[in-house]
């Protein structure tokens, strides 16, 4: 699960990567760009269409997702194979894209994009549904560090593909990313759908079954039987005037504004970190301080991404969520403070040459800053918003998360042209500040989630468990946990934030 699943990482992270080299091809120039004199390039407007639009499609995608993935005869297993071929179809249409129809390249992303929207919402939904609680951050984080796998390819090929003089120095490109997509839709077939999901549609047994081999255990251990008991538990609250339950309750079901809101942000946050900053524009930025061949400082910053993100596995379980992303967006904003220092006032001088060491250092802090990002907020954000949900609302929730995520994401592939244009390295200054923004949300409201089940992070929410205290939290048992847990839904009911079905399940518990 955790390699193959992952390959909806790769998707992602390839399509990323490809786009960055398409901008500096010559031959994808030749056929696409709107300014042909003297030279071929692209305006800003459609530089951002064909690179942002991908995005628009993944906001559409991440939304719609939630209502097929809990259908009973979908679910989340042929959800992710239903996503694949979609993905097929929008590279298809790129592929197909020709001289001057640039829109057919745009209009192909954004099907592609809604593709990887989807699976957005269900790579990291499945890893969590049905991963063991010690290891499920490291397992989560899988599908950022595929992502930068998936970025890093993109890069490697197009390096490999860019001194062709046709269209296959694009198509080629392209042509292999049929590759992730096929791999991913037929390796999840061979998996079982994901347990809780099973034990939601009366599948007991099969849920069972499902838990005991991704723990890989008998199906009587100890572990299992107390999973069961968790879901039947959880199941039996939220079944309580289920029938009267409208769509909106995923806002008003208790602490799921709260949760919500935050899950957005934390994706939100992961965007304004500045990370695309350089996937997207990655060549294109840095050929602009001087460096000859910028194929080969992606090529760098891929391959920084990918080896830093291997520490992030350990660090998500090893020093927990809230630690790690606090300290690491601290670190992400310094090291844009100095690029943006350094490319605003050192790069070029007056007489419009390129200061060469300016530029070196540049890239230094680049990959500083990509080190920081590749083992902290790339993939712990994902986890983050995988755990922090109850099952019933956990698609919908995720897809609102996964939205944010894109919505942010297409902001800064649109007008990231245009701002550097405007206003050229200061831009990193923008990112610095969000970068600080983002360490005083995690630290004050992100419970800490580290080694505790998905039940159990719910009854945290649900206890309002102080953050800054929650990562020394114990679980009552018993009827202790009951016990609290009744007197948090009196209190939601008191306050006219529960449906009528809350208030009956409490009397009923008294």
Same mark, same amino acid.
């Given at each position: 699960m955790c390699i193959l699943v992952s390959m909806g990482g790769i998707c992602f992270g390839y399509d990323t990567g490809q786009i960055s080299g398409f901008l500096e091809m010559e031959n994808f120039l030749y056929n696409f760009a709107d300014t042909r004199d003297p030279e071929y390039e692209f305006s800003w407007r459609r530089s951002g269409l064909i690179v942002g639009m991908l995005s628009i499609g993944t906001l559409f995608g991440a939304l719609v997702s939630a209502p097929i993935a809990n259908h009973r005869r979908i679910g989340r297993k042929y959800s992710i194979c239903g996503w694949c071929i979609v993905f097929i179809i929008g590279n298809i249409i790129q592929i197909a894209s020709t001289y001057p129809r640039w829109y057919e390249m745009m209009i192909g992303r954004i099907i592609s994009g809604f593709s990887i929207g989807g699976l957005s919402v269900m790579v990291p939904m499945y890893q969590g549904e049905s991963s063991p609680a010690h290891i499920r951050g490291a397992i989560v984080c899988?599908? %950022?560090?595929?992502?930068?796998?998936?970025?890093?390819?993109?890069?490697?090929?197009?390096?490999?593909?860019? /001194? !062709?003089?046709?269209?296959?120095?694009?198509?080629?490109?392209?042509?292999?990313?049929?590759?992730?997509?096929?791999?991913?839709?037929?390796?999840?077939?061979?998996?079982?759908?994901?347990?809780?999901?099973?034990?939601?549609?009366?599948?007991?047994?099969?849920?069972?079954?499902? !838990?005991?081999?991704?723990?890989?255990?008998?199906?009587?251990?100890?572990?299992?039987?107390?999973?069961?008991? #968790?879901?039947?538990?959880?199941? %039996?609250?939220?079944?309580? @005037?289920?029938? #009267?339950?409208?769509?909106?309750?995923?806002?008003?079901?208790?602490?799921?504004?709260?949760? !919500?809101?935050?899950?957005?942000?934390?994706?939100?946050?992961?965007?304004?970190?500045g990370m695309n900053y350089f996937m997207y524009y990655g060549t294109t930025i840095f050929a602009s301080v001087g460096i000859q061949n910028s194929f080969v400082t992606q090529i760098i910053l891929g391959a920084v991404n990918v080896?830093?993100?291997?520490?992030?596995?350990?660090?998500?379980?090893?020093? /927990?969520?809230?630690?790690?992303?606090?300290? @690491?967006?601290?670190?992400?904003?310094a090291c844009f403070l100095v690029f943006a220092s350094m490319g605003q006032f050192k790069l070029g001088d007056p007489e419009g040459e390129t200061n060469q060491t300016a530029g070196y250092v540049m890239i230094v802090f680049a990959c500083l800053f990509i080190a920081a990002f590749a083992s902290t907020w790339g993939p712990m954000a994902w986890a983050c918003v995988a755990e922090m949900y109850p099952g019933r609302y956990r698609s919908q929730a995720i897809s609102y998360c996964s939205a944010s995520n894109w919505f942010w994401n297409f902001y800064l592939a649109f007008f990231t042209p245009l701002i550097t244009d405007k206003i050229r390295f200061a831009y990193g200054y923008v990112f610095a500040a969000c970068n600080l923004v983002a360490a005083l949300i995690v630290y004050f409201f992100l419970i800490e989630s580290n080694g505790k089940s998905l039940e159990e992070i719910d009854t945290m929410y649900l206890l309002h468990v102080p953050p800054r205290k929650s990562s020394g939290w114990v679980a009552p048992e018993g009827e202790d946990l009951v016990t609290a847990e009744r007197v948090m839904r009196e209190k939601q009911g008191k306050k006219g934030s529960q449906q009528e079905g809350e208030d009956t399940f409490v009397e009923n518990r008294d």
């Open positions: 899988c599908y %950022q560090l595929f992502i930068t796998i998936g970025i890093l390819l993109a890069n490697l090929i197009n390096f490999g593909t860019e /001194g !062709i003089h046709n269209t296959a120095s694009w198509r080629i490109v392209l042509g292999i990313g049929f590759l992730w997509a096929i791999i991913l839709g037929l390796g999840i077939l061979c998996f079982p759908e994901s347990p809780r999901f099973d034990y939601r549609h009366g599948k007991h047994d099969q849920a069972r079954k499902s !838990i005991a081999a991704f723990h890989g255990v008998d199906g009587n251990h100890r572990v299992v039987n107390d999973t069961m008991k #968790d879901l039947a538990k959880k199941l %039996q609250e939220e079944e309580v @005037g289920a029938e #009267d339950r409208k769509w909106s309750e995923v806002f008003t079901g208790p602490r799921m504004r709260y949760r !919500i809101l935050l899950g957005m942000a934390i994706q939100m946050f992961q965007q304004l970190t080896v830093c993100t291997f520490p992030g596995l350990y660090m998500v379980e090893k020093f /927990g969520r809230r630690k790690c992303l606090t300290i @690491g967006a601290l670190w992400m904003s």
